[in-house]
């Protein structure tokens, strides 16, 4: 299931960036949602036929997305090239808990580098939110200790790494740098959207703004989170149109 897809017709959708249901969308979603993510064109041309695609929408699909470096293709299959691959990672990641107890240590990585081009401060953005740490000011960044990661060369050629304990509130410090409340009035509209969808359609769509907003989750230690909050609820939910949606294939598009 791709994190990334019209608003669906489902209530209480406009504010919840469905995207629109498209044939490069559900390839990309097909893809994203196998391991390893390589399928042949029979294949993602029948997924397509469940939603209405007619084959030749999907086949220019693949076509655009090998010319745009979204997919290599080889002897009739597609496969996720590695830009992709690390997106597959991040979903897979956001649908798990955190790996590691918490032991009340916080990483912080502070920008050592000088005299950078904007394109490696950009690069370094979007490594940094993709490591799931938040900015506390310019050129710091933290996290509670409670993930495990490979932290990529953009990020250790321009950052130094500290442990170190808060001393005031650690859960304060958090509601500062993640807006906890947002993510939670989110996933439970979310929530009930997923839940009331009556189509496929609607069901797929909602499922990706679902998977997308899990990317979203800081992942922070239970002692740091709102007691109401709705994590493991929507991963329970995505994890369960995922299972039904995979007897669905497995009626429609046989091997």
């Given at each position: 299931m791709d994190a990334a897809h019209t608003d669906t017709g489902a209530a209480g959708t406009g504010d919840l960036e469905i995207r629109p249901l498209t044939a490069r969308s559900v390839v990309l979603s097909t893809l994203l949602g196998v391991h390893p993510p390589r399928l042949p064109a029979r294949y993602l041309v029948r997924v397509g036929d469940l939603f209405g695609i007619a084959e030749g929408t999907i086949r220019v699909a693949l076509s655009r997305m090998v010319a745009a470096g979204d997919l290599v293709q080889a002897g009739g299959t597609y496969a996720l090239t590695e830009r992709l691959l690390e997106r597959q990672a991040r979903q897979d990641e956001s649908r798990l808990p955190p790996p590691l107890p918490w032991d009340g240590a916080w990483e912080i990585a502070v920008i050592t580098a000088e005299r950078r081009p904007a394109a490696d401060r950009a690069a370094l953005r979007h490594a940094m939110s993709v490591l799931r740490l938040a900015e506390l000011r310019e050129g710091t960044w933290l996290r509670p200790a409670n993930l495990t990661r490979?932290?990529?060369?953009?990020?250790?050629?321009?950052?130094?790494?500290?442990?170190?304990?808060?001393?005031?509130?650690?859960?304060?410090?958090?509601?500062?740098?993640?807006?906890?409340?947002?993510?939670?009035?989110?996933?439970?509209?979310?929530?009930?959207?997923?839940?009331?969808?009556?189509?496929?359609?609607?069901?797929?769509?909602?499922?990706?703004?679902?998977?997308?907003?899990?990317?979203?989750?800081?992942?922070?230690?239970?002692?740091?989170?709102?007691?109401?909050?709705?994590?493991?609820?929507?991963?329970?939910?995505?994890?369960?149109?995922?299972?039904?949606?995979?007897?669905?294939l497995a009626a429609h598009v046989p091997t």
């Open positions: 490979r932290r990529p060369d953009i990020v250790a050629r321009q950052c130094t790494f500290i442990s170190g304990h808060p001393e005031g509130d650690p859960a304060a410090l958090a509601a500062v740098l993640w807006d906890l409340d947002a993510w939670t009035t989110k996933a439970h509209a979310l929530r009930s959207a997923l839940t009331e969808a009556a189509t496929i359609a609607e069901r797929f769509t909602l499922a990706a703004a679902v998977l997308r907003h899990l990317l979203n989750d800081p992942l922070l230690p239970a002692a740091l989170l709102p007691p109401d909050w709705p994590g493991p609820d929507l991963r329970t939910l995505y994890e369960r149109f995922e299972s039904d949606f995979a007897k669905l």
